[in-house]
């Protein structure tokens, strides 16, 4: 009698289980949901890429009535004016559903919790043909063998020549249909700049957005590649790298 009463009660709790689970997603589902779509071309948890971070967000938009109802218009709409210039590209296949899951995943799960503190970068020095030395916060080379560049440098070295070239020339040599790259990052572009424009576009001047087509790691590599080329540390051609 008492094992039937248990079986019973248990397939109740499973029953309600069941039932909550269904009126409240896990918060697994929201990051599915994000990891999924290209939020992560363009947002970052603690750092802005070509948009705001997570962690800035929920700063934002903490304790503020309606705040979810109105970014997840603002995802599936898209939109500008709130963070600056940058254009956030419409979501226009996510249901309202989906994007206040997403919202609410961003705003509760980072106004909760601290994110740790990113340790120092490691730095990497190297010596120029001419001029001083200078200090990377990446590797351009493989350890113990200074001709040959990583394999994120190489792989910065065929995304530039596979879809950058046609502007800024190939080698990032520069040509007359946009700006030659060596120059903006000997100028003081920062990484965190080059991703901006890169993932954002600039549609005054007939740049496309690369956010959704090309990934932050791949953005990055293409900048690791295009600084080598800036500082005439990595040669014009196909470098010798660990890869072959």
């Known amino acids: 009698m008492n094992s039937g009463r248990g079986t019973l009660q248990a397939l109740i709790v499973s029953a309600i289980a069941i039932v909550a689970s269904a009126q409240n997603p896990a918060p697994r589902d929201a990051e599915t949901l994000i990891s999924s779509s290209d939020c992560l071309s363009c947002h970052a948890s603690d750092s802005q890429v070509a948009g705001p971070s997570w962690k800035a967000i929920a700063k934002r938009y903490a304790n503020q009535p309606g705040s979810v109802a109105k970014l997840a218009v603002k995802v599936r709409k ?8 940058v ?17 609410e995943w961003i705003l509760s799960s980072q106004e909760s919790k601290g994110l740790p503190s990113q340790p120092p970068s ?19 080379f493989v ?14 070295y065929e995304l530039f020549n596979s879809y950058c070239y046609r502007c800024h020339g190939t080698d990032a040599t520069g040509s007359q249909l946009g700006p030659d790259l060596r120059h903006s990052l000997a100028s003081g572009m920062t990484q965190q700049q080059f991703l901006a424009v890169a993932m954002a576009g600039r549609k005054e ?11 932050k790691q791949e953005v990055i590599q293409t900048y690791q590649y295009t600084k080598g080329r800036s500082l005439d540390l ?9 890869t072959q």
């Open 78 to 85: 898209g939109g500008s004016g709130t963070w600056g210039d």
């Open 87 to 103: 254009a956030m590209t419409p979501h226009s296949d996510l249901t309202d559903g989906q994007s206040r899951r997403m919202v």
């Open 122 to 140: 490691k730095l990497y020095s190297y010596k120029r043909k001419s001029g001083p030395a200078v200090q990377l916060d990446f590797p351009l």
């Open 143 to 156: 350890a113990g063998k200074p001709s040959q560049v990583t394999k994120d440098v190489f792989r910065g």
């Open 205 to 215: 001047k007939g740049m496309p957005a690369w956010a959704g087509f090309l990934s």
């Open 234 to 242: 990595v040669p014009v051609g196909r470098p010798p790298s660990e």
